[in-house]
T-cell receptor
Framework: EADIYQTPRYLVIGTGKKITLECSQTMGHDKMYWYQQDPGMELHLIHYSYGVNSTEKGDLSSESTVSRIRTEHFPLTLESARPSHTSQYLC?????????????FGPGTRLTVL | SQKIEQNSEALNIQEGKTATLTCNYTNYSPAYLQWYRQDPGRGPVFLLLIRENEKEKRKERLKVTFDTTLNQSLFHITASQPADSATYLCALEGGGNKLTFGTGTQLKVEL
């Protein structure tokens, strides 16, 4: 079982609310990632970080923002949630070695915006 | 544009048989190819990784092949069990250690 945690697991909120999805890992990994996944669809990378104070946008454009102040913590924030933000959000971490980039995933947060 | 294709239709097989899942890609030169398992409502779990210069990799009942001339990877589960029922995702690793995932193939192993 990977030591990567996401809270909350489920969130239902109204349009216009500000939300923060939490992600923490206890493995000391430098690299962390946020993916968005709709039912039956592929994971899309929306943000990633190579370490403290490093954040980059992923391949899928997202209105969310992220921060990386501590190695173990990589929260994702939506300033004003909209129904189009309804999706599953998955956090992952990795410590690439010579053998590639196995990623460890959290259980995900299922967000519903009404 | 870069594309990863996995069978969108579910694969139904009988217990004890070998399941074979396909991952095809275009406009990619991946350094590594990975396979993950995802159960409903859960995050993916890493299974196997194969390098571009490797033809085959095995782990217990799992086998992965990687043919860079065909731009294809095959994922095999031998002696399949109902507990193997899940969605299996193919992921390609390119520059910057970032992964690009396919949509996955749902496997159902029936008694």
């Amino acid at each position: 079982e990977a030591d990567i945690y996401q809270t909350p697991r489920y969130l239902v909120i109204g349009t216009g609310k500000k939300i923060t999805l939490e992600c923490s890992q206890t493995m000391g990994h430098d690299k962390m990632y946020w993916y968005q996944q709709d039912p039956g669809m592929e994971l899309h990378l929306i943000h990633y970080s190579y370490g403290v104070n490093s954040t980059e946008k992923g391949d899928l454009s997202s209105e969310s923002t992220v921060s990386r102040i501590r190695t173990e913590h990589f929260p994702l924030t939506l300033e004003s949630a909209r129904p189009s933000h309804t999706s599953q959000y998955l956090c992952a971490s990795s410590e690439p070695g010579a053998g590639g980039n196995e990623q460890f995933f959290g259980p995900g947060t299922r967000l519903t915006v009404l | 544009s870069q594309k990863i294709e996995q069978n969108s239709e579910a694969l139904n097989i009988q217990e004890g048989k070998t399941a074979t899942l396909t991952c095809n890609y275009t406009n990619y030169s991946p350094a590594y190819l990975q396979w993950y398992r995802q159960d409903p409502g859960r995050g993916p779990v890493f299974l196997l990784l194969i390098r571009e210069n490797e033809k085959e990799k095995r782990k217990e009942r799992l086998k992965v092949t990687f043919d860079t001339t065909l731009n294809q990877s095959l994922f095999h589960i031998t002696a399949s069990q109902p507990a193997d029922s899940a969605t299996y995702l193919c992921a390609l690793e390119g520059g910057g250690n970032k992964l690009t995932f396919g949509t996955g193939t749902q496997l159902k192993v029936e008694l």
